[in-house]
């Protein structure tokens, strides 16, 4: 009896130490992963401050060049760099880019909204699930394709639209830049807005089909109500890709900037300037040079803002079902 109980007592002390041992890796594997989990945060932290930093050296080290004021850079309406005296007004750079922005969102908010509507509410399973895959393609297609299609096909297309009412279509204008971009922003609006749209609990729509309600007053006068937070983050997250898009705008929209209502003429944008300057001759520590960090900190703001604003809708329209 003796002997047995000892035999009992030694395999429960190795159990007891197998176990202790597992928990210390176990603690020292959970360690290890909180701390590459903090590396990443910060190194993303350390990214952006970085980027703010470099972008504000940059930028108070233009304005003590140029000597020219805030002022004077936002809302003067002169940008002309190369001159004998520079001049350095953003505002037709920040108007250009604003009217891309409008013009694009005119065309992919909608097409996108109605397309989530009827992905979430009226496509058949098996149709939802290919149709859905198709338009995420579109974000797939790089964006100096679209500026491509941009030149060989829409501009020639607006061309035979307007010039037979006597409206000159530019080579390069804006509408298609407009065009072009709307449709690169459509899976961002619809993906997003369906994924919120088909998040709504089932009870909601059973409770309104229950009173006798309809498909479409369902879809828009429950289901989208209801899901309204995300849909507008999803306009606001659509909105900043338009305003920072490049390559499509650069081979659409070309590189004159000036205020105009004119769809049909050719502006330049924010991000336009800052791939001239960088394709140009300009030469480091000139005031050329130094006012692509000028004007990509505005546009840093700009997109900061409006993902505020995004953060903003979410926190005041958000529901929370149980």
Same mark, same amino acid.
């Given at each position: 009896m003796l002997s047995s109980a000892l035999e009992v007592s030694s395999r429960r002390s190795a159990v007891a130490e197998r176990w202790a041992g597992h928990s210390r890796?176990?603690?020292?594997?959970?360690?290890?992963?909180?701390?590459?989990?903090?590396?990443?945060?910060?190194?993303?932290?350390?990214?952006?401050?970085?980027?703010?930093?470099?972008?504000?050296?940059?930028?108070?080290?233009?304005?003590?060049?140029?000597?020219?004021?805030i002022g004077e850079f936002l809302f003067g309406t002169a940008l002309k760099p190369d001159a004998t005296s520079p001049r350095f007004g953003v505002l037709p750079l920040m108007w250009g880019t604003f009217l891309i922005a409008a013009g694009s969102s005119a065309i992919a908010l909608p097409i996108g909204l109605f397309s989530a509507i009827y992905l979430s509410e009226y496509a058949p399973?098996?149709?939802?699930?290919?149709?859905?895959?198709?338009?995420?393609?579109?974000?797939?297609?790089?964006?100096?394709?679209?500026?491509?299609?941009?030149l060989v096909l829409i501009t020639p297309?607006?061309?035979?639209?307007f010039e037979p009412f006597g409206l000159r279509v530019e080579r390069f204008n804006a509408l298609s830049a407009c065009i072009v971009v709307g449709v690169m922003i459509i899976p961002l609006? !619809?993906?997003?807005?369906?994924?919120?749209?088909? /998040? #709504?609990? %089932?009870?909601?729509? &059973?409770?309104?089909?229950?009173?006798? @309600?309809?498909?479409?007053?369902?879809?828009?006068?429950?289901?989208?109500?209801?899901?309204? !937070?995300?849909?507008?983050?999803?306009?606001?997250? /659509? #909105?900043? %890709?338009?305003?920072? &898009?490049?390559?499509?705008?650069?081979? @659409?929209?070309?590189?004159?900037?000036k205020i105009t209502l004119n769809p049909l003429?050719?502006?330049?944008?924010?991000?336009?300037?800052?791939?001239?300057?960088?394709?140009?001759?300009?030469?480091?520590g000139e005031p050329k040079y130094l006012s692509l960090f000028a004007v990509g900190l505005t546009l840093f703001a700009v997109t900061l803002c409006l993902n505020l604003i995004s953060n903003l809708v979410l926190r005041r329209f958000r529901e929370v079902y149980h």
């Open positions: 890796y176990l603690a020292y594997w959970e360690a290890a992963v909180t701390l590459g989990l903090v590396l990443c945060t910060v190194v993303t932290v350390l990214t952006t401050l970085g980027i703010v930093a470099v972008l504000g050296v940059e930028t108070v080290a233009f304005f003590s060049q140029a000597k020219i004021g399973r098996r149709l939802r699930s290919v149709l859905k895959p198709t338009l995420e393609l579109l974000a797939g297609i790089p964006t100096i394709v679209y500026g491509y299609l941009a297309i607006l061309k035979q639209i609006v !619809s993906s997003l807005s369906e994924d919120v749209l088909s /998040a #709504v609990p %089932r009870g909601l729509r &059973e409770a309104a089909y229950g009173l006798g @309600a309809t498909r479409f007053e369902v879809s828009t006068r429950v289901v989208l109500p209801a899901g309204l !937070s995300g849909v507008c983050a999803s306009f606001i997250l /659509a #909105v900043s %890709r338009a305003v920072g &898009e490049t390559m499509a705008v650069v081979m @659409a929209a070309g590189m004159v900037p003429t050719s502006i330049e944008t924010m991000t336009t300037y800052m791939v001239q300057v960088i394709s140009g001759d300009a030469s480091y």
